[in-house]
């Protein structure tokens, strides 16, 4: 167990101090948290055949953008509250619902994780449209990892600010569906959804959750739908 955490993520000192009694509450996490070394363990194991068709069938990827098309003033702030406070040392993403491995996952586990960026545009129905460089995990790497049971087609989404959202899977499934820690090279504004936020260049703005907390894998959708969706909105909201 400690040869693979070392191996794959963790730095010799870092682990040695790790270790220590501050390493064992790291480790430990929360409860019902699977320790890394089960979490790396668990990408060498098969998906089940939905999951695995959808990552792999080529969902079409949307053209990307060039460095220099990025509109930097363009992305215009949008929140139906304020910021909300998040303490970046205690954050976990929680992943859970019809899953056979629940995930709490830190920042720096997130962090850890293969990382991808894609310079699309960012569709707002209010009527504004930006260029943008977005920078993370994909959402099917955390997906698999989470391994989801046969029956899931649906991801909820719940956000610091008491903001959700639902997806049906094969769009959370999508390569370019990133749960994003950078905006335009730099790290991810806090009014833009810092720690995680979700960006993709294949759903509307409204679905692109800011403040990520927690995602849900279902097979059912409630009769919530998403903040906006529940006044109206279309749910599907596909670019
Ligand atoms: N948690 C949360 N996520 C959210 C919203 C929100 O109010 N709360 N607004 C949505 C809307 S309508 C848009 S257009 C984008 C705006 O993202 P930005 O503020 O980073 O430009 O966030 C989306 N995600
Ligand atoms: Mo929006």
Same mark, same amino acid.
């Given at each position: ?48 055949? !939905? +999951?695995?068709?959808?990552? =792999? %069938? #080529?969902?079409?990827?949307?053209? *990307? ?85 046969? !029956? +899931?087609?649906?991801?909820? =989404? %719940? #956000?610091?600010?008491?903001?959700? *959202? ?74």
């Amino acid at each position: 167990m400690i040869i693979r955490v070392n191996r794959s993520l963790i730095k010799r000192r870092n682990f040695l101090q790790l270790s220590g009694v501050s390493g064992i509450s790291f480790l430990l996490g929360g409860c019902g948290t699977p320790i890394f070394e089960d979490i790396v363990g668990k990408l060498s194991e098969p998906l089940n055949q !939905n +999951v695995e068709k959808l990552i =792999f %069938k #080529s969902q079409k990827p949307v053209p *990307e953008f060039s460095l220099s098309e990025i509109e930097p003033e363009a992305l215009i702030i949008n929140s139906f509250r304020n910021t909300p406070i998040i303490d970046l040392e205690k954050y976990r993403l929680i992943v859970n619902g019809e899953v056979n491995n629940p995930l709490s996952l830190s920042l720096t586990e997130i962090q850890a994780l293969p990382s991808s960026s894609m310079i699309i545009r960012h569709v707002c129905v209010e009527g504004w449209a930006a260029i943008v460089q977005w920078g993370g995990v994909r959402l099917q790497e955390i997906i698999a990892l989470a391994q989801p049971k046969d !029956n +899931v087609q649906y991801a909820y =989404f %719940k #956000s610091a600010d008491g903001y959700y *959202e639902s997806w049906d899977i094969a769009s959370a499934l999508h390569p370019q569906t990133l749960l994003a820690y950078q905006k335009n090279g730099d790290v991810l504004p806090k009014e833009n959804g810092a720690p995680l936020r979700l960006a993709s260049p294949i759903k509307l703005g409204y679905k692109q959750s800011k403040w990520v907390t927690q995602i849900t894998l279902v097979s059912y959708l409630s009769l919530f739908k998403g903040y906006w969706e529940d006044q109206g909105y279309e749910w599907f909201a596909g670019l």
